[in-house]
């Protein structure tokens, strides 16, 4: 099935698809580029000499330093977001909700020669608790959870690209 255009009908829904995809994969990203999330720009202002962190967040940049000393520089690779429900199996309690907020850093250290890929996660239930975790990161996950959907892109375009007909030999 081809349309009016010449175009296979499935190339154009693959485009739609994984334009989609592409959206959905870069869209969390991008909205933190734009409105950052205050707690965990905090976590890195923290980690630098500067700045101070929320109660929660103490021991765990504590922690941070002791390691691998103050932050030096930072840029922002990467942010993912999500929720989960906690059900209580003697059902005595209501489910809990746990937002879950992560934003992913190359950093560079005092006390480390080379940059590191650092993961910094906000946990914070209904009753508006927070906990903090500061982990390396993998790189294997950060470039196939941008490389997949932008190779899906770049294959559905090019099937869907225009094609000249070829030119009948007489």
Request: proline fraction near 5%; charged fraction near 20%.
């Amino acid at each position: 099935m081809t349309l009016r255009s010449g175009r296979p009908a499935y190339a154009i829904i693959l485009l739609v698809l994984s334009a989609l995809y592409v959206c959905a994969t870069s869209g969390p990203f991008l909205y933190s580029l734009f409105v950052p999330n205050d707690d965990i720009e905090r976590v890195v202002a923290a980690l630098r000499e500067g700045g101070t962190p929320s109660m929660e967040a103490d021991n765990v940049v504590e922690e941070a330093k002791t390691a691998v000393g103050c932050l030096t520089r930072a840029i922002h690779v990467g942010s993912g977001f999500g929720s989960t429900i906690g059900f209580h199996l003697s059902g005595s309690r209501a489910p809990e909700q746990t937002k879950v907020s992560q934003a992913t850093y190359v950093m560079w250290f005092q006390k480390r020669d080379k940059p590191m890929l650092i993961a910094i996660t906000l946990y914070e239930n209904d009753a508006g608790q927070k906990a903090y975790g500061i982990s390396r990161a993998e790189l294997r996950q950060l470039v196939e959870g941008y490389t997949v959907p932008l190779l899906l892109f770049g294959v559905s375009c090019f099937l869907a690209r225009k094609r000249r007909s070829p030119v009948l030999a007489q």
